[in-house]
């Protein structure tokens, strides 16, 4: 069957020497809050139709 095709396809991930961004800690509300604000500032007046990560850079991992 197809399912047991895509069991044997395997993808190798290489992870980055050292500790990541945010282990084993959270992110904040202030450091969301912080984003906000500056969303609704005038500072953000060139910023346009593209996604923002609150995540410590976990995402590119």
């Not at 044997?8 to 980055?16: A, F, N, Q």
């Not at 990560?53 to 590119?60: C, F, N, P, Q, R």
Request: glycine share 8%; aromatic share 4%.
């Amino acid at each position: 069957p197809e399912d047991e095709n895509l069991k044997k396809i395997t993808i190798p991930i290489e992870y980055p020497q050292g500790s990541q961004p945010l282990a084993k800690k959270a992110g904040t509300a202030e450091q969301a809050g912080d984003l906000v604000l500056f969303l609704a500032s005038d500072m953000s007046s060139h910023v346009t139709g593209t996604e923002v990560y609150i995540d410590g850079a976990e995402s590119l991992l």
